[in-house]
């Protein structure tokens, strides 16, 4: 189960529930990957909602990585999500809004 205090988000992939985290680690093979300058920057296209798929895709894939899944980014882009992909989308924003927030906001 996900601990949403510590970051975690849960998305069913395969019919397997998968927990998410981003690590720094993930967090900053997600800069290089959507080759963005900075995290901020990506936060702000979730809020404005000028998000693309690659960038849900990154989102998720580092944040199987973070959460100790062995799944590649191919794998996922050709998985069943549960949900679909506005599942999708709202775990990204989840998981991305959860790396940022401090204990005990909501």
């Not at 798929?53 to 998720?60: K, M, Q």
């Not at 996922?76 to 959860?98: F, H, K, N, Q, T």
């Amino acid at each position: 189960m996900a601990n949403p205090w510590a970051g975690e988000v849960a998305l069913t992939v395969g019919g397997k529930i998968h927990v998410l985290k981003l690590t720094l680690g993930a967090l900053a093979e997600l800069e290089r990957a959507l080759e963005t300058d900075s995290l901020v920057a990506l936060v702000e296209r979730f809020e404005g909602g000028a998000f693309s798929s690659r960038d849900v895709l990154a989102l998720l894939a580092a944040g199987l990585r973070g959460g100790g899944s062995d799944m590649t980014p191919a794998e996922l882009a050709d998985a069943d999500i549960e949900g679909g992909p506005m599942v999708a989308a709202r775990v990204a924003a989840e998981l991305l809004a959860r790396a940022f927030m401090l204990p005990g906001e909501k």
